[in-house]
């Protein structure tokens, strides 16, 4: 299955993608974790920008949206939303509105 | 005729300034890295069209940045720096123990003599050597593991490795500092670590002489002279005449001996910079004017230069690794502001004209004489 992920424009300049989404191709179960695998996989540059090397955990400022749904909190193991998974909606990595200098 | 190249990194991108060997005329290139902060940026002595620069965000965490034609183009290099073994604990800023997590690469301190090899000086403290050109990275565990590491506390900007130090004159010694541990030796190459701080004194600390615990702010040493050491302390202007065995005061007939940078001239080992800055409340320079001290005798006697300079209504700081000297026969001397300018001598001090005036708050400024 080709799933969608949408990226903030600071992470698609670092792993040079010019268009607004990226795909990867997963077998189900469809779960953040596995899109980020293959994101990271796909895109190796991506790798610790997500998630922290070290703790494996989603970085405090990065959100994950899903049909309109935040999924931040959820296990990272929960399969997602099925729109996700056939690919008709994607899944949103979102650097958070989070004030800073 | 010579020319120089001058690495600015800022809080909103990297900038690049080039001008011939008169530095009067200026091309400014960037933002590289637009809207990540840039801690710091450096050229390999080896081979100046070799550089790396550290890049971070709050949002999207570390990554290094290397250049092979002397900052037009750049490639994300490997960007994972984790500590060796399990981390521990250092102190938190109320005394308790906090575990030791990877923030970002204050200091990037490129090898004298090996353009891919490099170390990284971290928050929180710890020092990273890559000899892959930043392919990998990997931490001289020996520097938080030699006993101390768990009485280190964080400065009021984090807990970061900001000075590294390599001797010319030896290439197992290396000298770096920590806010707040204060400055380390080694001289076996990274293995084996020793606080060198004997006659600093921090009127925060419980024990004001403790060996380590000091907000050391920067280090400088002259490479002809690697024995000798000038620091500028949270408080207090340093010197050490014995490799940081021990160390003395030489703040002397400053207006205030807060400041973060200490830099020394290049062709003159007991020539030395600073920038009182008032104090630790107050991060700017005293009366609202801007004025770089010089000292010709090794310290303790102080001239303020500020020809040039604002003398007005100047409440910018001026931060650690944000001061450096070319090599040129007449030395050049450089610094950048938080309020984004960046000033340039050269006549070593005497006069002193703006670069750049309107760039984001500047954390770094490094310099590469090229022929």
């Known amino acids: 299955m080709t799933i969608r992920g949408a990226l903030p424009a600071h992470l698609r300049n670092l792993a040079k993608v010019s268009s607004g989404e990226v795909s990867v191709t997963l077998d189900a179960p469809i779960t953040i974790r596995r899109v980020i695998d293959a994101l990271e996989a796909q895109y190796p540059k991506l790798g610790g920008t997500v998630r922290d090397y070290t703790t494996g955990e989603r970085r405090p400022f990065i959100r994950f949206f899903a049909c309109e749904e935040d999924w931040s909190h959820e296990s990272v193991d929960t399969p997602l939303p099925e729109k996700v998974a056939d690919g008709r909606e994607p899944l949103l990595i979102i650097g958070a509105i989070a004030g800073g200098m | 005729m010579s020319k120089v190249r001058v690495l600015v990194g800022t809080r909103k991108g990297a900038f690049v300034l080039e001008a011939d060997g008169k530095r009067k005329n200026w091309e400014v290139n960037g933002p590289f890295f637009g809207g990540w902060e840039l801690y710091h940026l450096k050229g390999s002595p080896a081979d100046p069209n070799r550089i790396y620069a550290s890049q971070s ?3 999207f965490g570390q990554q290094i940045q290397r250049s092979n034609d002397g900052g037009k183009t750049w490639e994300a290099v490997n960007n994972k720096f984790v500590y060796d073994g399990v981390p521990g604990t250092h102190q938190w800023y109320d005394g308790t123990p906090h575990p030791w997590e990877f923030k ?12 891919d090899t490099l170390y990284a000086g971290v928050e929180d403290a710890a ?24 009485h280190w506390s964080p400065g009021a900007g984090g807990m970061g490795l900001h000075t590294i130090i390599l001797d ?4 197992n010694r290396i000298y770096i500092a920590i806010s707040a541990a204060g400055t ?3 001289d076996d190459g990274g293995v084996t670590w020793k606080p ?11 024990d004001k002489t403790a060996e380590v615990g000091h907000c050391v702010h920067h280090v400088a040493m002259h490479p002809a002279r690697p024995g000798v050491l000038f620091m500028q302390k949270h408080w ?37 910079y600073v920038v009182p800055i008032k104090s630790d409340g107050e991060h700017y320079p005293p009366d609202g004017k801007l004025r770089v001290y010089r000292s010709r005798t090794g310290g303790n006697e102080w001239e303020p230069l500020a020809n040039g300079l604002p003398q007005a209504d100047c409440y910018v700081n001026v931060l650690r690794d944000a001061m450096s000297v070319d090599q040129l026969d007449e030395c050049g001397v450089y610094f950048g502001t938080t309020g984004g300018q960046v000033y340039c001598s050269s006549d070593a001090g005497d006069t002193w004209e703006p670069i750049v005036r309107d760039l984001p708050a500047v954390l770094s400024v490094e310099v590469q004489t090229l022929p």
């Open chain 2, 168 to 171: 010319p004159s030896d290439p």
């Open chain 2, 236 to 272: 207090d202007v340093m010197r050490s005449d014995d490799a940081g065995e021990n160390w003395r005061e030489v703040s002397g007939n400053l207006p205030t001996d807060f400041g973060f940078v200490i830099d020394v001239h290049a062709h003159e080992p007991e020539t030395l």
């Open chain 2, 127 to 150: 020092l990273f050597k890559s000899t892959d050109g930043g392919q990998s990275w990997n931490e001289l565990a020996g520097l938080r593991g030699h006993g101390s590491g768990p």
């Open chain 2, 196 to 206: 060198v701080n004997r006659g600093l004194v921090s009127e925060f600390l419980p």
């Open chain 2, 104 to 115: 970002r690469v204050w200091h990037l301190e490129p090898s004298l003599t090996d353009p």
């Open chain 2, 184 to 186: 380390f030796r080694t």
């Open chain 2, 57 to 59: 965000s709050g949002w």
